[in-house]
């Protein structure tokens, strides 16, 4: 049974207000706990489950405080359209330690405010081994529940911090700067980098200005069709798979 | 002013059944609708939209059928959660033609369920100039309102069939057949190809046995780091980056 005031209390995480001011967040689906109860488990505070997922994972759950809920007292605490079995409020990891860049591939994004898009992109930096993303601070906050659904748990493993973008570029002086740009490189004539921050922009209005002034090497995705463009996550993929 | 009945006629091509039967579908946001008022414009049967974008773009509407729709109109016979200025009809298009694989590289889909990664495969193909899209029937509409508004407008210029994925590829036998598989080469190590089709499984479960056992060459896209898997549509975009 959930009272009145916990359901309150776990609906208001869905705010990024109510999220940095209690330094947790909100995860749902049993694929993404149990990719979470295994990687991030120390990091789990409670979980909400219906009774067949619950005793189902009991192993893995362990000493974690554990509800059973209703699917009616689901419907309440998730924010998918569909709730999924179970839900957990987890304490937001720790990514405050400065970026080691050295001899890295780095991305850094610059307004990506689509959360499934951001979400995406943890993914793909998580498969090609990136693990320092850099936001600008109008990115999506990787802790938007839409955000951490499309990390399928890849939220765990990489480091994310949100800067004054082109501040913090502008201070990396010895590390090259790579961007997907209209007007640069083909990408499937380069080869892997040993290092480098590589910078996405915004779904419609790409990299700004200020940013793509600090950019030392252009990079361009040709195409050869009709589409308007490519969306964010799939050419950060594209740039990923011949760079890293 | 919009009547209940007209409104209830719009809404109910939400479901595949009624769209099948009208052979129509609906498209939403100026965005697409400027896509489409451009490159399908016979296709549009008619536009309702708030007065403010009506008048924005009266000269690319012609002489369409034009309907003036309140806010509250708008929300009503929407289909997205944040209705977005603008909705039309279209007739669909005719993809009945068979495709000519002679030549070009073309894409099957097997049981790609998600709307959203099967819109952004078609956007992707269009941006790689690749123009025959063959699904399994199991796969999602393309006329579901999630799929056209990730294609961006691709929709119109992307020709989609659905068939018995299996039998269809079997008879096949003098064009090359490749799909990204666990064990199979690397993407980065290979050439662009002047001829082939390659295969998209089922986010989840990957491609079907059957489907499996007719392909000639095995793609993989090494992973580096952690992630579980990458997106369906991630993948199409970085195979077609290199191999189109």
Do not use: H
């Not at 999220?19 to 990091?43: H, M, V």
């Amino acid at each position: 049974m959930l009272g009145k005031l916990k359901i309150k209390y776990i609906q208001s995480l869905g705010q990024k207000k109510l999220r940095d001011e209690e330094g947790l967040f909100i995860a749902e689906g049993p694929k993404i706990l149990q990719e979470l109860l295994t990687s991030a488990k120390k990091n789990i505070v409670a979980v909400y489950g219906i009774e067949e997922w619950i005793q189902a994972n009991e192993a893995t759950i362990g000493n974690i405080e554990t509800v059973i809920v209703t699917d009616d007292e689901l419907a309440k605490i998730s924010q998918l359209s569909t709730p999924n079995k179970a839900l957990a409020i987890i304490k937001k990891f720790d990514n405050s330690a400065t970026p080691d860049l050295k001899g890295k591939v780095s991305l850094a994004l610059d307004t990506i405010q689509d959360p499934g898009n951001l979400g995406t992109i943890i993914r793909i930096a998580d498969w090609f081994g990136v693990t320092n993303i850099i936001c600008s601070t109008d990115c999506a906050d990787i802790y938007n529940s839409k955000v951490v659904q499309a990390t399928m748990g890849s939220i765990a493993r990489v480091n994310v911090q949100y800067v004054d973008l082109a501040a913090w570029l502008a201070s990396k002086k010895d590390i090259r700067i790579y961007a997907t740009a209209l007007e640069g490189q083909d990408v499937a004539t380069m080869k892997k980098l040993e290092e480098g921050i590589i910078v996405f922009g915004n779904e419609s209005k790409g990299i700004s200005e200020e940013v793509l002034q600090l950019v030392n090497v252009k990079i361009t995705i040709p195409k050869k069709g009709n589409a308007e463009s490519l969306n964010a996550a799939v050419a950060a993929g594209i740039v990923l798979a011949v760079l890293s």
